[in-house]
């Protein structure tokens, strides 16, 4: 089983960037969909990117799309979430998780390893 460890969270000015980085360790990382999710307080965790366990596939949640990234590096058994153009409603803590399963879907329930989380916060 695959575990998770989040970093590069943090305060950013709305606008700003951050790169959050989902370190991964365990076997056979290349069996893995990873997702990104978030969760802000009193609301539900949703969604945010996942990529496929080849890198070929991605899907962003619409609040995302075109502002966000993600990419995988096999070579370190990392999955990245470049953040770009970020506003107050980005703010939450966010997850990676593991599937092992060839195509990623941005639903929670269908991701069984997590990690801990990382705080984003977007304010002026």
């Known amino acids: 089983q695959l575990q998770l460890v989040e970093s590069g969270g943090g305060l950013v000015q709305p606008g700003g960037s951050l790169r959050l980085s989902c370190i991964t360790s365990g076997s056979a990382f290349g069996y893995y969909a990873i997702g990104w999710f978030r969760q802000a307080p009193g609301k539900e965790r949703e969604g945010v990117s996942c990529i496929s366990s080849s890198g070929g596939i991605t899907n962003y949640a619409d609040s995302v799309q075109g502002r966000f990234t993600i990419s995988r590096d096999s070579a370190k058994n990392t999955v990245y979430l470049q953040m770009n153009s970020l506003n107050a409603e980005d703010t939450a803590i966010y997850y990676c998780?593991?599937?092992?399963?060839?195509?990623?879907?941005?639903?929670?329930?269908?991701?069984?390893?997590w990690g801990q989380g990382t705080q984003v916060t977007v304010s002026s």
């Open positions: 998780a593991a599937r092992r399963f060839t195509n990623c879907l941005l639903r929670p329930a269908l991701y069984n390893s």
